[in-house]
């Protein structure tokens, strides 16, 4: 109730109206995978663009050939494996996640903000929520992840830098955009933000990937530090680029940015696709 809270009035600080805010920050069911078939319905949900997909791109194949997608029974009645208790929490992680997704992706929001419940928790976040609404003004408009947490991880080159006050320290602090472009042994998937695009194409890389499994190494470090392995069929290049375009909001300069900081900035500061105007309070 307290992380709830201190978001709602972070939001309200950003000249949102209370009632406007109270609508924007909504508390979501987990997936307690040890307990199906209890709310097996709530999983249910969560995987519901996959079957679309499997039933209109690929009627051959089924979600029990996606990764940990195939935990969840098909019979309604029926149980998480005896095998899988051991990783239940994580199952349970990666289909709460997914219900976040299937939410956001009906919502149609040009950015949502996905907390887990102990996010606002011991130093976890590397920028508060009234830089929020900043970061996703000036994220590259080809985002799909922007990593709200993690401190003292910055994997990638400095994308972008500026000013912002945080009052909850009473102080103008200087923030950061990384690129989080290549694989890290980061773990935890307790606060970032995705694009309306990520939520909308999400499933197709899922069912092309043809796995899913522990939900904060896969997003983090497969999804947003693998490379992708699409070959170009005019060409035959494979492509190079991450399989999804994720970026690291911070507050600090790293270690390796610091020496250079002064005489060099990534080129999504030098050209116009840097930044765009699309809001959060819409």
């Known amino acids: 109730a307290a992380s709830m809270s201190h978001l709602a009035l972070s939001l309200q600080y950003e000249d949102v109206a209370a ?8 508390r979501n069911p987990g997936v307690n995978a040890s307990a199906w078939p209890e709310e097996i319905d709530t999983a249910r949900y969560a995987a519901q663009s996959l079957a679309e997909i499997l039933d209109a791109e690929q ?44 939410k956001a992706k009906e919502q149609g929001h040009e950015h949502t903000v996905i907390l887990e ?76 933000m995705v694009s309306k695009k990520f939520v909308n194409e999400i499933w197709h890389k899922i069912v092309w990937d043809g796995a899913a499994d522990m939900v904060d190494a896969w997003l983090l470090g497969i999804m947003c530090g693998g490379k992708d392995t699409y070959v170009a069929e005019d060409t035959g290049d494979v492509s190079g680029a991450t399989k999804l375009k994720c970026y690291h909001a911070t507050t600090y300069v790293s270690l390796e940015d610091r020496a250079i900081e002064e005489n060099w900035v990534h080129h999504y500061n030098e050209t116009d696709d840097c930044c765009h105007g699309d809001n959060l309070k819409e």
């Open 59 to 102: 009627p051959a194949r089924n979600l029990s050939a996606l990764g940990w997608i195939n935990k969840m029974p098909e019979d309604d009645d029926g149980k998480l494996a005896e095998s899988d208790f051991g990783i239940h929490h994580h199952v349970g992680c990666l289909f709460g996640h997914m219900f976040q997704w299937q």
């Open 117 to 192: 419940s102990d996010a606002m928790q011991g130093g976890y976040l590397t920028a508060p929520p009234e830089a929020w609404q900043d970061f996703a003004d000036r994220v590259p408009k080809d985002y799909d992840v922007l990593v709200l947490g993690h401190p003292g991880a910055g994997p990638g080159p400095l994308v972008d830098t500026f000013n912002g006050f945080a009052f909850g320290r009473n102080a103008t602090l200087q923030y950061q955009i990384y690129d989080w472009d290549r694989p890290t042994g980061e773990a935890g998937s307790q606060a970032y």
């Open 19 to 26: 009632f406007e805010a109270s609508g924007l920050v909504q």
